[in-house]
């Protein structure tokens, strides 16, 4: 029933900028707190942001300063501003939402090049 569908990953240069979206189908007041997660080649999965349902934030401090996530209640949609992207960043962006169970979407591959 839970559907998440990222958007918005792509190609960018060191220093770029991009915005990463979840839609989610129905209302995601439902959740308790939606996030971002990554995962680069041979790496696990990691954190990189979240937000509760009263809208506190939560990041990576890999990402602090540079990330912002942010959700729309009205669109039903998470996101995920990047700036200053780093070659490190380079990962497949994954969206994850938790009622009483966690769910996630299919992944947005963002890479970072030169």
């Known amino acids: 029933q839970v559907q998440l569908v990222e958007s918005g990953g792509g190609l960018v240069q060191p220093g770029g900028s991009l915005t990463l979206s979840c839609a989610a189908a129905g209302s995601i007041l439902r959740f308790v707190a939606m996030g971002w997660y990554r995962q680069a080649p041979g790496k696990q999965r990691e954190f990189v942001a979240l937000?509760?349902?009263?809208?506190?934030?939560t990041y990576a401090e890999s990402v602090k300063g540079r990330f912002t996530i942010s959700r729309d209640t009205t669109k039903n949609t998470l996101s995920l501003q990047m700036s200053s992207l780093k070659l490190e960043d380079t990962a497949v962006y994954y969206c994850?939402?938790?009622?009483?169970?966690?769910?996630w979407g299919q992944g947005t591959q963002v890479t970072v090049s030169a």
């Open positions: 994850n939402a938790h009622d009483f169970s966690d769910h």
């Open positions: 937000i509760s349902t009263g809208g506190t934030a």
